[in-house]
């Protein structure tokens, strides 16, 4: 079993910026890619930005590249999005990620064996 406990979340001025944590427990976190994805009110979950087990690799959603930032420290068992230029339409329900499996991504909902409780972060305009 893995667990995810998400911190970070609030309330953010459009144009602000946010940090988001998600301390992982249970297996060996170093072999998980991690992801986070996001819920707003009567809206689909959707994904939001992933990072590689070693942290060299990164996707994100078009809607957030260049504005959000996953990065990963394995000494500290957390991953992180750094969320800068913060928009109205970026309020939602944050929800860290693991797959099902070591060594496999996170490439969508059905990927996603564990889930933490999600952290609510409103960007007002």
């Known amino acids: 079993q893995v667990q995810l406990v998400e911190s970070g979340g609030g309330l953010v001025q459009a144009g602000g910026s946010l940090r988001l944590s998600c301390v992982a427990s249970g297996r060996t976190f170093s072999a998980y890619a991690m992801g986070w994805f996001r819920q707003a009110p009567g809206k689909e979950r959707e994904f939001v930005a992933q990072i590689n087990w070693s942290g060299g690799n990164k996707y994100y959603a078009d809607s957030v590249r260049g504005r959000f930032t996953i990065s990963r420290d394995n000494a500290k068992n957390t991953v992180y999005l750094q969320m800068n230029s913060l928009k109205p339409e970026d309020t939602a329900v944050y929800y860290c990620?693991?797959?099902?499996?070591?060594?496999?991504?996170?490439?969508?909902?059905?990927?996603?064996?564990?889930w933490g409780q999600g952290t609510q972060v409103t960007v007002s305009s």
């Open positions: 990620a693991a797959p099902h499996q070591p060594w496999t991504y996170v490439a969508g909902l059905s990927s996603v064996g564990y």
